[in-house]
């Protein structure tokens, strides 16, 4: 990671905010203002660049071939797992195993771990906060083998009870799966808190880290986490490209996921040895240039700086939360202490889809509906809500247009 | 994209905020549940028809948005006393008119529920206006569920 002092000089966000070519546009004859970032982000020039260079001069296939270009572009996805490893301080480079994105990553584990070490009578717990790609995964494997599903309460707020998850936990419990960030509500999670518990009773950790990894600095070997997941399309980089984050000891312990090319040694049809980490975990070609790409955008992040981008972010959002209860009839659903990055709200008599609508049409993208994310908006009460989500390239006249665009949906509606 | 205020008709929102013959309704013979998974919006449709094959009353329950709830309480308003036959023909007309196969200028049975058409500049909005008439549809054929995602989903889309 950089420090300060090697920083090149602060940039400010309004340059920062033009290296976004997408967001130079007009939609439905208004500047566009992207509220939806948590759904996935944009990617800036720098990132694209990457992509179209990879595509003019290094690509082939990855790991086979013994001439130039497979060399180069060996060289290119490989330098992104050097980088991802320092992004997240992981201990080994091995232990970060290239996905399709954090779906696919949770999937992996619930299968190559669960599958194997869940026994009937065992105990998965989950929270109330997650979405589905995090709650499916261990249903399945869970009904396959006979386990039990238990699931962390939260407040009114949207804050988990952690007097609850400490009651939760038992020498049956195997496997515990949190979100950091909470797509739904924005809840930061105490995860450093919620894995020690969980390490007290033996059982490991996956964290859902989609909705963290773009806004703060995450450390796996401080936090002690076992498993640890993102997205590349959430962080400035391209769909198709993701990072499972696994403790050695646990990867060697996993059955492979999927089986193909490039995750063998040797194969007969007698016997089939599997090659080492972490290639054991990635079968078939990936998605390399997405993976390239994914090294540009945390080269591109770390250029501006995490803690910059994260106090920057923390004043958008608290500026957007002063903003928003100030428009009457609106109600924030989510109110917990620590919030990063998402404002989930509704406006009293009218349904979010209709929000979301009439913002579309001035230029405003927000997110409305479940956010994939049921249990939570059965908890609170709420069929669907309305959701901004905010990057570093959003700025104070994105939250200016998003209150007149809801004045906007209040005077059509008379609400 | 089409202007708002074409989009929120008047109509529109009026029967948003005062849904026509909303509730369950008391002696139906026909009732079919309709979702959308995607964003939650649902409603029941329960109609009483007779020996005749007459709709001769129908009632919804159900929540979703502005669009959905419009639609819902415009249908039951246009279906109710007409033949179950007559029924089925504004279910394929008002699919044809949001799938933008029919044209509202020309002979067709719709009527003023063409206030829709402009749902139709808005693919992601139109699963919203046909929601309750799949609903309507399953329950005129004795099926329970409608559904605009997967096999319940008339539309194939």
Known sequence: MLTETSRAPERSWEEIRRDFPILQQSINKHSLVYLDSAASSQIPQAVIDRIVWYHSAEHSNVHRGVHTLSQRATNAYEATREKVARHLNAAFSHECIFVRGTTEGINLVAHGYGRKHFKAGDEVIVSALEHHANIVPWQIVCDEVGAKLRVIPMNDAGELDMQAYEALLNERTRLVAVNHVSNALGTINPVAEIIRLAHEKGAVVLIDGAQAVPHMAVDVQALDADFYVFSGHKIYAPTGIGVLYAKTALLEQMQPYQGGGDMIASVSFEKTTYNALPYRFEAGTPSIASGVALGAALDYINAIGLERIARWEAELLAHATEALQGVPGVRLIGTARHKASVLSFELEGVHPHDVGTILDNQGVAIRAGHHCAQPVMNRLGVAATARASFAFYNNFDDIRALVAALYTVKEIFDA | ?157
């Open chain 2, 1 to 157: 994209m089409t202007d708002l205020r074409n989009l929120y008709q008047e109509v529109i929102l009026d029967h948003n905020r005062k849904p026509r013959n909303f509730g369950p309704l008391e002696g139906a013979n026909r009732e079919a549940h309709g979702d959308n998974p995607l964003c939650g919006d649902n409603y029941t449709i329960y109609a009483h028809v007779d020996e005749q094959a007459v709709i001769v009353s129908v009632g919804f329950t159900g929540s979703g948005c502005a669009i959905s709830k419009a639609a819902a309480s415009m249908m039951t308003v246009k279906v109710k006393g007409k033949s179950v036959a007559d029924a089925e023909i504004l279910i394929q007309e008002f699919r044809d008119l949001l799938t933008g196969k029919l044209d509202a200028k020309g002979e067709h049975h719709l009527g003023h529920l063409t206030v829709f058409e402009g749902v139709s500049q808005l693919p992601q909005r139109v699963k919203c206006a046909v929601l309750p008439w799949h609903a309507l549809h399953a329950a005129i054929e004795q099926q329970s569920v409608a559904s605009t995602e997967g096999e319940h989903d008339p539309l194939g889309n």
